[in-house]
């Protein structure tokens, strides 16, 4: 069975370590947010300025002005500080991102990734993840596995135009959780109740296949 949203962020959060600074994109990894492990510290930033985002507020801990780079209103965690947006840019050119999470319509075998742009379409644009993909080492990228008409989103070459060149290592849809490297896709685990052939099916770029992929846990 595919994974929900909820589920995807809930696996994109066991990849939190104690002390990181995480950039969550728009879209699925907004929700990683609500997720972190219990007695964990990561400071979550936002590039409109915001270090140290807390969980999605209650109605009742709704503030209008606090909100993250997609316009959600947000709370603030305990040590979290605001600035402006050169600043929280500076931070993300600079390298100080240990994770960032990003949504994708497009990624290839080479770690291309297409995330901004489908022509003919409106889309929200580009952002800033042009810069979080130049500026992170480490970066995970979240989205169904193939379309709604059922074409694959893991392709051998992206047809979009690119965001980024060769910078995704890792992919995490709601049917797999795939490496990137040697210019293959690489099958680490799968959903549960999802078969390696049902993944094979829709991923249309060279899949490495181990003798055995284990089932994600929650």
């Known amino acids: 069975m595919a994974l929900s949203r909820e589920q995807i962020a809930q696996r994109v959060a066991q990849e939190l370590q104690d002390g990181y600074y995480v950039n969550l994109g728009i879209g699925i990894p907004t929700l990683v947010a609500n997720y972190v492990p219990e007695g964990m510290e990561v400071m979550l930033q936002s590039e409109n ?3 140290g985002m807390g969980q999605f507020p209650t109605e009742e801990e709704i503030d209008a002005d606090l909100i993250n780079a997609g316009k959600q209103t947000v709370t603030m965690a305990k040590g979290a500080s605001i600035f402006d947006s050169a600043e929280s840019f ?7 991102v ?5 949504g994708a319509f497009e990624v ?3 770690g291309n990734i297409a995330s901004y742009m489908i022509p003919g379409k409106l889309i929200k644009g580009m952002g ?3 810069d979080l993909v130049a500026g992170a080492d480490n970066i995970i990228v979240t989205m169904t596995h193939a379309s709604k008409h059922g074409e694959s989103k893991l392709l051998t070459d ?14 995490l849809t709601d049917l797999a959780f795939i490496e990137i490297k040697d210019g293959k896709f690489h099958l680490l685990e799968r959903a549960p109740g999802v078969s390696v052939e049902e993944i094979q099916k829709l991923t249309a770029g060279e899949l490495i296949v181990p003798e055995h992929v284990p089932e994600m846990t929650f």
């Open 108 to 110: 290839d075998v080479n």
């Open 90 to 96: 500076a931070m993300i050119r600079g390298g100080h």
């Open 49 to 51: 300025g915001l270090l």
């Open 158 to 171: 992206c047809t979009l135009p690119l965001t980024g060149k060769g910078c995704i290592k890792k992919v």
């Open 98 to 102: 240990d994770l960032t999470v990003l």
């Open 128 to 130: 800033g993840a042009m």
